[in-house]
């Protein structure tokens, strides 16, 4: 069975602060990656990765950046983290083009 | 970019009952749409998916329709139990380039007893 880890279910940091959410798999996987998801507005697609080194940005990346420096590890970063990046966020992996996305638990990222 | 709408929001249903939450994408390039699963503090799992060249696919209770002339696809829960109440995502992927999914808003499901 697939297994995405995130390290964190819940994490309360103060605006400002420089925020690290990780993300591990376990499956070999070729593609990751970071979604935020809020009340009424479904998944929205942060930053992804299809290989080591490599990243591309999704449909909301502003205030984020990312980073993959392993295969198996795909980092978000809030760069100064503000209120209004409150949000679950979700970590996913696929093994490539055509295959299904499987998904961490999630963190709940709340930003005093 | 995709655009994904998915209709209705929210949807209670009496146990035994069929439920149909419907979507639909803008970009006739889309040739994946995979249904996920949310139950309450938990992830999205995919629970069925279906590629372009086929119209209809089933699993059990559970079904997705195709419509590639209109541009929508639909979700069909039939004999609703308890344990089908969560929300439900649908998407579509374009293949062109990096091929992301875009997610519909979700529809929150409920099935009384």
């Known amino acids: 069975d ?21 993300c591990v798999q376990d499956m070999d996987h070729e ?4 979604y935020r998801q809020d009340p009424g507005l479904g998944l ?9 080194k490599m990243k591309e940005k999704g449909d909301i990346p502003e205030g984020y950046s990312v980073s993959r420096e392993k295969k198996e590890r795909f980092s978000l970063i809030l760069e100064s983290a503000s209120t209004n990046q409150t949000s679950m966020y ?20 709340s930003i005093l | ?33 995979p249904w996920y699963k949310q139950e309450l503090g938990k992830r999205p799992q995919l629970i069925i998916d279906i590629r372009s060249n086929v ?16 541009k929508h696809f639909s979700l069909h829960i039939t004999e609703t139990q308890p344990e089908d109440s969560a929300v439900y995502f649908c998407a579509a992927r374009v293949n062109s380039g990096y091929s992301t999914l875009t997610f519909g808003k979700g529809t929150m499901l409920l099935v009384s007893p």
């Open chain 1, 2 to 22: 697939v297994k995405v880890t995130q390290s964190s279910r819940y994490l309360v940091k103060r605006t400002g602060e420089k925020v690290f959410l990780e």
């Open chain 1, 31 to 34: 593609n990751m990656f970071w």
């Open chain 1, 90 to 109: 979700l970590c996913a992996s696929r093994t490539g083009e055509g295959q299904p996305q499987h998904f961490g638990d999630g963190t709940r990222l």
């Open chain 2, 55 to 70: 119209g209809e696919k089933k699993d059990q209770r559970i079904a997705v329709t195709l419509n590639k002339t209109a």
């Open chain 1, 44 to 52: 929205r697609l942060i930053y992804f990765s299809y290989d080591v």
């Open chain 2, 1 to 33: 970019g995709e655009n994904v709408e998915q209709h209705p929001s929210t949807l209670s249903v009496q146990e035994g009952d069929s439920a149909v939450i419907k979507c639909t994408y803008s970009d006739s390039a889309s040739n994946y749409f």
